[in-house]
């Protein structure tokens, strides 16, 4: 079973950047569509951004693009979402998902996609 870690969170001004990254236990992650949700206190979590387990397929929720970029490096079982021109309402907890795909192209934006989890880092923007 695979297992996920994210790190890469902190508090940061607007218009500051973070890099997160979504660490992945397995190589089988290199077959996992992976997904970035952010949850703001007292809200629901929200989809942010989305990669393939190919690599060249990726999507962002509008009010993230193109400031927010995913990526990944199956070799380094890692995604990343590079965060740029941060704002006060880019704060919460973000959370990388990811669930094995056949089609090397899937992605998926539905939290109910999602079988496995990381615990979380937290994205602090002051204004």
């Known amino acids: 079973q695979v297992q996920l870690v994210e790190s890469g969170g902190g508090s940061v001004q607007t218009g500051g950047s973070l890099r997160l990254s979504c660490e992945a236990s397995e190589r089988t992650f290199d077959r996992y569509a992976v997904g970035w949700f952010r949850q703001a206190p007292g809200k629901e979590r929200e989809f942010v951004a989305a990669i393939s387990w190919s690599e060249h397929s990726t999507y962002n929720k509008d009010s993230v693009r193109p400031r927010f970029t995913c990526s990944r490096d199956n070799a380094k079982k890692t995604v990343w979402l590079q965060m740029n021109n941060l704002k006060p309402e880019d704060t919460g907890v973000y959370y990388c998902?990811?669930?094995?795909?056949?089609?090397?192209?899937?992605?998926?934006?539905?939290?109910?996609?999602?079988?496995?989890w990381g615990q979380g880092t937290q994205v602090t923007v002051s204004s």
């Open positions: 998902a990811a669930k094995g795909a056949v089609y090397s192209e899937a992605i998926y934006s539905e939290r109910h996609n999602y079988d496995i």
